[in-house]
């Protein structure tokens, strides 16, 4: 059973809307970052992490954002368009904005933690008269995300791409990617975050984002059920939650709640692996696959990209995530 | 025909949210403000004036919004008890926010301007959190004003106000009340007076009002039935456009438009007009009245503050109005 | 004795830089603010009235401020052309600022405080580009306000005012005139007074205000001498401190330190009398008169504010102090 | 001829307050940054850099700063302490600032640029009553730079800190270290540059940053010798203006000018090649040597710094300099 349909008419699959950053990934490992000399530069932030994810995976997809005009800022532009990104809608700031950066660092593979740069951050400078309403009604799905709710004019930037999506017959798939540090109060996170799922088909998040979500809601138990049947009753169609290594449910309008088999990993670190499974579970949702191998084609991107170095570089192809899939199954790939 | 019901359940008939802030009014008129010695002070905001305009004429009313912790403050907090609002959710400022103020000029009748001190205002500080849910259960309507969405954390408050409202099946009245100065840029404006009448059932504002609104749309003749027709399509269930000495006009999603003939004043000043006008217009809605015999009941109450010195110390009572609508008909009254 | 000597070449006696604002004064006294109804406007701001104080006791006098693009601003540059005070140098705000204001509270003679409107004020945004060189250079005594150095630019602007004095051989008169609702700490209010003090010649204060200077000092005893010595090794001549009802003492380079009698007075409020003192002793001083007389003069001029209605406007003429002296020694006025 | 004298009853030689940040320079050089995709981390900032020189020179040496609560900052401390520097007066920030950065382009030995994370720096929120006055006293000479004096609370613990050094007979060198992007406006720079410089006793700058200065003086043709005479009338004996390729001259209160002999070197890169001139300028004039041969000294040194790929970690040895003028003087060394 599919539970939503994207319109043929459509020439573009995807287009995300929001941050844009920096990486720099701890060349040397497995140790405090105080020891750490040397850094590699990739593209980072969660939905361009997504899209890059959608192009690899073969979705003709755009991108809507805002740059630092600087060589940062360049690196970035650049980088999408050689992974076949739309920018045509990736403005330049022209305040003085810096490109948000996310120091990594990897003292294990399961204690990994992010030193962030976001003051004064040329994504959050996006203004709502700078998104396209042609860009956005020419794609079959937006992807917004969270963080670009944090401040305006970014936050307003997001409701008018909503408000376009909405009118054009657009999917709109929310993930939550909350960052307390960015914000002023759960309050202020929740009242944006709630305006926004609203008008949301399909909502990503883990249990912690969804209660901070429910600051104002009485689900004293944090009951998945209660969460999910809220936004059914606005536009959802599919609500994921996610327990971290208890895995992932998918709730849908009809009362159902779905899981998928999980794979082994070698793991380097943490970090993409939600970008990873969005990518791909959004892929399967777009093909038609059912809930269950949607999931699992996400789960398996999920896995490649936390046995590698970086997030965005890292993001596999169809092909990549079949083998993986099959080497798993095979007994090839199993845990470190 | 009424186009909206109310509950018979609930205890309160109105409870507004947002700006209270102190008049100051020049006693010498008729002249620059430069020239003008002495200044009586009074309750001002919009949705104060409503609600002491609903409390005279006998409606069950409560506020909800944030004072200053100082002399200023405390007049407002003692002047709406006295008039019998309820206030146990006007929270007082802790963080040393002063009293928003408005230094009103009349050099004529027909050219008046206001002087306003808006930084730092307390009312703009009220907090989602801040907001009773329970005192929004208990009331049959609440009213919204433009200006507490101008800056966090205000804007949020009106939000979950709404959510309030909503989940309870409170009639929403959504005075635009749009004040350019409090705001960052007419796109920011557009997106959150759109985010909030989106759950509104009454909407009320000058074409001007509405145009703002409209800066991401295309009615470029400024169509009033295209104005209204987009707002059927959401919760709205009456729109009122005033074409200031023209009239206002009401839209209704039956695609009916309503008049009602206006009556001559000896006017001293224009402010207030608006804020009578909504105060006798809601009251009759919640009477059951036509729309027209609300729009004339509104239009006298106008009548009789902009007759006036003062705005909210001016505002009728039910008697008040009735009388002077017999004396406009009788040419007791009769334009200056 | 005489302390200082001023310059015949200068054909200005008299220039004062820092705060314009507006007092509002409570018609009805003797009572809350709360219960005042109507206020009477005046010219305000510490140095502002110093300037007023001068020009009534017959000294040619300029202004150095900015002032808001407003009804407000427009009434104070009135004032003082009135008042027979060189506004050339008042420069008008183009930014959006406002006029301070002050509101009083009298509760009783001794019973006295304000209310203070100081966000984005307009003379806090005047810049050193803007103050005039020549004018300082073409008069005797430049005084500087302490509120003045609460903000940036008005902070550089003293500053440069003070290398323009020193350049030009013009006498500076410190006021301290703290007021801590505009400083973010003490440790910063002290740096910045510290440098101010450095470079002037004449320092009147109350032992908090430079019990506040001495933050990274060691005066536990908050001893007078110690203070007053602190600044001979600098600039300064003439050191008052002011011990309220005490009276004031005034310190010299010499080691002296000299007092004056007190005068009864029929008080009003307590506004202004620092502004009146200064006024008058500063008055004394260019005169060439004795420390003891300048203080005594002084004295009697703040006696006749607080026995009015306002500040500025109550400041008084030289033959007005004369009077008052007169009617004291001979017993016409005595205390009420 | 020696121009200054350093008591010996003094332990530390050497004090350095400001700016600690970390520099992220491109591994990949002669090419354009958004083509670097590795960067090496280094400790910097110019008074950093300083105070690193003096140490590896033989000072003893000390800092004053404010580090971030983080992985940058720890590291910088570390590093500081790794290099014999005292770091009792490194304070860390606990109000949630970060760490500033500086990636280095380096396009060409001669086009280099930095691109700057300045928003929140942890090294600007330093405040006067974190200085020690005891370290100050403690120490033979105090270094300032002008990038502290750029944003309150680092502007007021800086000149609490020029404050201890006059008070105490520590002498006070000035690197003026100008960076247009923090700042206001050329105004404001000139105001708290010319404060400082009040107050200095060597004062080591290019000729533009003097004439950022001289913004509010007359010296159209910004002569050198204009420009040093106005701080001879102040506290200052030594002035280096520095006029790049040209070289540099010393200005003294005696009315001389002093020039030292330039080296040859193999450049990488231009940056730090004031900081470490400054380390062995100072160094030379802490000996008692001539300014001339602390000029050639400053000048080895500077050689060195911009032969390698780092600032802090190159600055030399003594030993190192004085083998680079003998392998200079021998033929040994010559241009690229």
Redesign the interface.
Same mark, same amino acid.
């Given at each position: 059973m599919t539970y939503l349909s994207f319109s043929n008419q459509k020439v573009l699959d995807f287009v995300a809307i929001g941050r844009l950053c920096i990486d720099?990934n701890a060349?040397e490992i497995n140790r405090?970052? !105080?020891e750490?000399?040397?850094?590699?530069?990739y593209v980072g932030g969660s939905p361009a992490n997504i899209a890059i994810g959608m192009s690899r995976l073969g979705q003709k997809t755009a991108f809507i954002g805002k740059i630092a005009n600087?060589?940062?800022g360049?690196?970035i532009t650049?980088y999408l368009n050689r992974n076949g990104i739309e920018t045509e809608n990736v403005v330049t700031d022209l305040s003085?904005a810096?490109t948000g950066?996310a120091?990594t660092?990897i003292k294990s593979p399961t204690d990994c933690s992010i030193?962030m740069?976001r003051?004064?951050a040329a994504d959050l400078k996006l203004?709502?008269?700078e998104v396209s !309403?042609d860009l956005i009604a020419r794609s079959k799905m937006l992807l917004i995300s969270g963080t670009a709710l944090a401040k305006?004019?970014s936050r307003?930037a997001v409701?008018?791409a909503l408000?376009y999506a909405k009118k054009h017959g657009v999917v709109v798939a929310f993930d939550l990617d909350y960052r307390p540090?960015t914000w002023?109060?759960k309050?202020?996170t929740?009242?944006?975050y709630?305006?926004a799922a609203e008008k949301s088909d399909i909502i990503l998040g883990t249990r912690e984002e969804f209660d901070m979500m429910e600051v104002?809601d009485h689900n004293p138990e944090h009951n998945d059920s209660i969460t999910a049947a809220k936004w059914f009753d606005y536009a959802a169609k599919i609500v994921i939650i996610k327990h971290g290594k208890d895995g992932s449910i998918a709730y849908t309008g009809d009362g159902a709640s779905h899981r998928a088999k999980s794979f082994p990993a070698k793991v380097i670190k943490t970090f993409g692996a939600g970008d990873s499974y969005a990518a791909g579970f959004l892929y399967g949702i777009m093909q038609g696959w059912t809930l269950e191998k949607s999931m699992e084609f996400g789960s398996a991107s999920a896995c490649i990209v936390i046995s590698s170095h970086s997030c965005s570089d890292a993001m596999p192809t169809t092909n990549q995530v079949h083998e993986y899939i099959e080497d798993c199954n095979s007994g090839k790939i199993t845990a470190s």
């Open positions: 720099l060349n405090p970052m !105080e750490t000399m040397t850094f590699t530069k600087d060589q940062m360049r690196f650049d003085g810096v950066l120091f660092e030193l740069y003051d004064n203004t709502a008269g !309403e305006s004019p307003e409701f008018q408000h540090y002023e109060s309050e202020e929740a009242v944006y709630n305006l104002f």
